[in-house]
């Protein structure tokens, strides 16, 4: 009984240094004020960066962490330009909040409806006080009203460079391997990865790594991607995962095999094209060692 009480007393203990590290951790607040008829998709994509760059560091040792506060001129609920309904707070009730970015979420005649709305005031005073503030509307209103297309690659291409500002560009490239195409238009090419930690590239390259499980990957391109040589990568890799890559790389494909194999009647043969294996047989073989049972019996055991 003893240890076991002993046993609590330091899980315990750990919890209650995780939540006061976590505490202690200053919030970035940031606000996203909606009008009607705004683009959700490109609202979502911004708060998704933000949701990812959370879970990536939920046990890291980040300088912060970032709280979104969606609101509308008047609060309630704001229909979006894809009918979504949002629920949001009311500028007003929000006024004595320092916000670290504001971004501005317009929808028709957005110009106009930031004049009637009472907030144009509000945001010269963020302007004065150095809160940046950007304003993205709908493509078709955005000429000379100081608005910029509300795309998802701007909307994301705008918290990645939040991201990077704050925690430097380990973290936004991270994140942004997470989005199609976004690297290169957010500019956290390659370079950028140049000062980054070797302990930060290995974490990297397991994203990327995941990311490309289905294609046929090499060592040697994993490390090139995060400007590593391969024995560099191998050394950091294991002391960041406690494996290899290439161990990594198969634990990704059989995991993604078993989910297949439980979700969907695909063949064998056809799952291990999908998940990066060159044949059934193949997986078979890997599945048997790994798993102590055939591709066939693990579906059958899992109710398939």
Same mark, same amino acid.
Request: with cysteine; glycine share 6%.
């Given at each position: 009984m003893a240890c076991a009480n002993d046993s609590q007393t330091i899980d315990a203990a750990a919890v209650t240094k995780a939540a006061t590290e976590e505490n202690a951790r200053p919030t970035r607040n940031i606000a996203v004020v909606m009008f009607e008829g705004c683009e959700a998709a490109g609202v979502g994509a911004f708060a998704e960066v933000f949701a990812i760059a959370c879970q990536l560091t939920e046990k890291s040792s980040m300088r912060y962490r970032w709280r979104l506060h969606f609101l509308s001129p008047l609060g309630g609920l704001v229909t979006t330009r894809a009918s979504f309904r949002v629920f949001?707070?009311?500028?007003?009730?929000?006024?004595?909040?320092?916000?670290?970015?504001?971004?501005?979420?317009?929808?028709?005649?957005?110009? *106009?409806?930031?004049?009637?709305?009472?907030?144009?005031?509000?945001?010269?005073?963020? *302007?004065?006080?150095?809160?940046?503030?950007?304003?993205?509307?709908?493509?078709?209103?955005?000429?000379?009203?100081?608005?910029?297309?509300?795309?998802?690659?701007?909307?994301?291409?705008?918290?990645?460079?939040?991201?990077?500002?704050?925690?430097?560009?380990?973290?936004?490239?991270?994140?942004?391997?997470?989005?199609? *195409?976004?690297?290169?238009?957010?500019?956290?090419?390659?370079?950028?990865?140049?000062?980054?930690?070797?302990?930060?590239?290995?974490?990297?390259?397991?994203?990327?790594?995941?990311? *490309?499980?289905?294609?046929?990957?090499?060592?040697?391109?994993?490390?090139?991607?995060?400007?590593?040589?391969?024995?560099?990568?191998?050394?950091?890799?294991?002391?960041?995962?406690?494996?290899?890559?290439?161990?990594?790389?198969?634990?990704?494909?059989?995991?993604?095999?078993?989910?297949?194999?439980?979700?969907?009647e695909l063949p064998v043969d056809k799952i291990a094209r999908r998940v990066g294996m060159v044949s059934g047989d193949r997986l078979a073989k890997v599945f048997r060692r790994k798993m102590g049972v055939s591709p066939t019996c693990y579906r059958m055991l899992n109710g398939i």
């Open positions: 949001t707070q009311a500028v007003d009730a929000t006024m004595s909040c320092s916000y670290h970015f504001v971004l501005v979420a317009a929808g028709k005649e957005q110009g *106009n409806a930031l004049r009637r709305s009472g907030l144009a005031a509000w945001i010269q005073r963020l *302007n004065r006080n150095a809160t940046p503030v950007l304003m993205l509307g709908q493509r078709a209103d955005c000429e000379n009203n100081g608005f910029q297309p509300m795309t998802v690659d701007a909307a994301v291409v705008v918290a990645l460079r939040l991201l990077a500002r704050d925690e430097a560009n380990g973290l936004a490239l991270r994140v942004a391997s997470h989005f199609e *195409n976004t690297l290169q238009c957010a500019q956290f090419g390659s370079g950028d990865l140049e000062h980054e930690r070797p302990d930060v590239k290995a974490r990297i390259a397991a994203e990327w790594l995941v990311r *490309n499980s289905a294609e046929r990957l090499t060592i040697d391109a994993a490390a090139a991607s995060v400007q590593l040589s391969r024995r560099t990568l191998l050394r950091h890799f294991q002391d960041e995962f406690g494996m290899t890559p290439a161990a990594y790389l198969l634990h990704t494909r059989l995991k993604r095999a078993c989910l297949l194999l439980i979700d969907s």
